[in-house]
């Protein structure tokens, strides 16, 4: 029987296996190789020639290569801590709001929350480039009538990354409330209600009760939050083109225009390979950080 | 819960006002790009460019939409993005739900360091693989094509994890009894385990579709400017650079309304399963 089941195992895992072996971990490990070649896009694998480190020296270099990745990866690096710092306060805050019943209209609040998160980012990256437009645009019409001079927004290197971030975080905090809210769930009823004898007020069940029972939950969403802000593409690839003066040029936008449209694989694998070990640093980091506060 | 909500209701009524007006406030902050979005599709040229803005078009037009049709080939992107996303999904279904099935109800030996690396996929960005795949993609003669677009997306890690957390849930009972019966295991599948597992399968479809409807950076790499295999998501991007500088709100507003609203419908209709599935990525694991 379990001879039997070991076949049937191997069936039934056959087509996932190998198409995530195919189409992601060859992919992956090729990406890996190839940092360690000089490597056309336009040329099959069979071309690249082993240089050892020599990417990775130019794109930490002095050259332009270099001035160009370093800035991107700052870029990318600010996007992401932005994107995170904003995204989960606001999702704790928005899901307490649909999660309390003082007041109906919660899940109503929670569905146009979340209908954002439905949309094609290149949708919103459209919508919101005309939403910034410096003249004819509501957000600056909307500033003017409390009394704020009209902003730059995409237009002006000090403000155009962050604008960025700010759509980004409009489209995504429906579904980091939906976490949030499902972590709420989670917390017992009787610890408020032990609290409430106890005389805690509200602030002091948020502080002592709410957010350190959170704390998986905001970890997962902390993780989620940088996966997706190191993959921004489309507003930079339709509206600023990496512009104004590079200051949204960031690492996917980047590695695509070295890998694919110059065709300089090897330099762009060497990139995309940072990128990834960035990604493992920040994350570990982050679960040593809540090990580290559940232990005290 | 229920004491949280009995406690709570003796709270003072300013504190009530305070929080609907905040609450009020977030939905219109939320669902104001989307309105102007489709109002402005409905304006005349002329509108558009005013200053200060025109707020709601004095004589709705569907003039914009018409000079849409003229500039992309809506039928055809629209077509493409159904493909795409219905085929891929298609293809997500199935090959998750014979993964998920075996890595819930089998044993056999390196189970759980497979699913570990097949997992841990679920954390890589796109673009880390983007070069070689699109190399890789290409030597198999499947560049600018929508099948070039799809077959690398048939499998997913996500799919595999939502479908493990949901069938490990079905009796095995259930299952030794169709055993016993003598049906096979993809039978069992489909008969027995499918149906308990639909609301899952449901949601898993919903996100799936959605996804690989919004899907841009990987058909924009593959596809290399075949405009006849576009997605609706990449024909917009036309809109933008047609008649730059001049007057184009309307334009790509319309464009924007027609590629949002299949995902947007979509999920009115059948919000509950998308919040459960994140609900049940979140907290099952």
Same mark, same amino acid.
């Given at each position: 029987m379990a001879k039997a089941f070991r076949a049937s195992a191997g069936i039934m895992l056959a087509p996932a296996v190998t198409l995530i072996g195919v189409f992601v971990l060859v992919p992956m490990l090729l990406t890996v190789w190839l940092s360690f070649q000089d490597w056309s &896009?336009? &040329? #099959?694998?069979?071309e690249a020639n082993f240089v050892g480190l020599g990417n990775f020296q130019e794109i930490f270099g002095a050259t332009s290569v270099g001035r160009d990745f370093k800035a991107a990866l700052f870029n990318t690096a600010i996007y992401t801590a932005l994107s995170v710092i904003l995204i989960l306060p606001l999702s704790v805050v928005l899901g307490l709001m649909v999660y309390q019943?003082? $007041? %109906?209209?919660g899940t109503a609040l929670r569905t146009v929350l979340f209908s &954002?998160?439905? $949309?094609p980012m290149i949708a919103v990256a459209l919508v919101w480039s005309k939403l910034y437009s #410096?003249?004819?645009? #509501?957000f600056n019409q909307l500033l003017g009538l409390i009394g704020i001079s009209p902003q730059p927004w995409l237009s002006s290197p000090r403000s155009a990354l962050v604008s960025i971030v700010l759509l980004n975080v409009w489209q995504q905090v429906g579904y980091f409330t939906v976490l949030a809210i499902a972590g709420l769930t989670q917390i017992p009823g009787s610890l408020y209600e032990a609290a409430t004898l106890d005389g805690a007020n509200r602030r002091e069940q948020f502080r002592f009760i709410t957010l350190p029972l959170l704390r998986r939950t905001l970890l997962f969403s902390a993780v989620i939050a940088i996966i997706n802000a190191v993959q921004v593409f489309e507003p930079v690839a339709l509206i600023t083109q990496g512009g104004? $003066?590079?200051? &949204?040029?960031v690492l996917t936008y980047h590695i695509r225009r070295v890998g694919?449209?110059? %065709?300089?694989g090897g330099l762009g694998s060497a990139m995309a390979v940072m990128l990834m070990l960035s990604l493992i640093v920040c994350v570990s980091a982050l679960f040593a950080f809540v090990n580290r506060k559940d232990s005290e | 819960m229920s004491t949280a909500r009995s406690l709570s209701?003796?709270?003072?009524?300013g504190r009530k006002a305070l929080l609907a007006t905040a609450m009020l406030l977030v939905a219109v902050a939320s669902a104001f790009p989307l309105a102007w979005m489709v109002l402005s599709s409905l304006k005349t040229p002329a509108e558009t460019m005013q200053v200060p803005p025109?707020?709601?078009?004095?004589t709705p037009s569907f003039e914009a939409y018409e000079k849409v049709a003229g500039v992309i080939n809506v039928g055809r992107s629209m077509w493409n993005s159904l493909v795409i996303a219905s085929v891929t999904t298609a293809g997500i279904l199935v090959t998750s739900m014979m993964a998920g099935y075996a890595f819930a109800k089998y044993s056999f030996p390196g189970r759980s360091l497979l699913f570990s690396v097949l997992i841990a996929t679920?954390?890589?960005?796109p673009i880390v693989t983007l070069i070689p795949l699109y190399r890789m993609v290409g030597s198999m003669g499947l560049s600018a094509s929508l099948a070039g677009i799809i077959v690398p997306n048939l499998a997913n890690a996500f799919g595999i994890f939502l479908m493990r957390q949901f069938i490990a849930?079905?009796?095995?009972e259930l299952i030794d009894a169709a055993r016993m019966d003598g049906a096979s295991e993809l039978l069992i599948l489909y008969k027995i385990v499918a149906p308990s597992v639909a609301p899952a399968i449901a949601a898993l479809a919903l996100f799936a579709f959605v996804y690989h409807w919004n899907s841009y950076l990987w058909p924009l790499t593959v596809l290399q400017? *075949?405009?006849?295999?576009?997605p609706i998501v990449i024909s917009l991007s036309r809109l933008l650079s047609y *008649?730059?500088?001049?007057?184009n709100t309307g334009l790509v507003m319309a464009g924007a309304t027609l590629a949002v609203l299949p995902p947007l419908i979509l999920f009115v209709f059948l919000q509950r399963f998308f919040v459960d599935s994140i609900v049940g990525s979140a907290i099952k694991g």
């Open positions: &896009t336009q &040329t #099959p694998f069979s019943r003082d $007041v %109906a209209g &954002t998160y439905m $949309v #410096p003249s004819e645009g #509501p104004p $003066v590079g200051s &949204t040029n694919i449209e110059r %065709a300089q | 209701r003796k709270r003072p009524s025109v707020w709601i078009p004095h679920m954390f890589l960005p849930g079905v009796p095995d400017g *075949n405009a006849d295999a576009y *008649n730059r500088g001049a007057v």
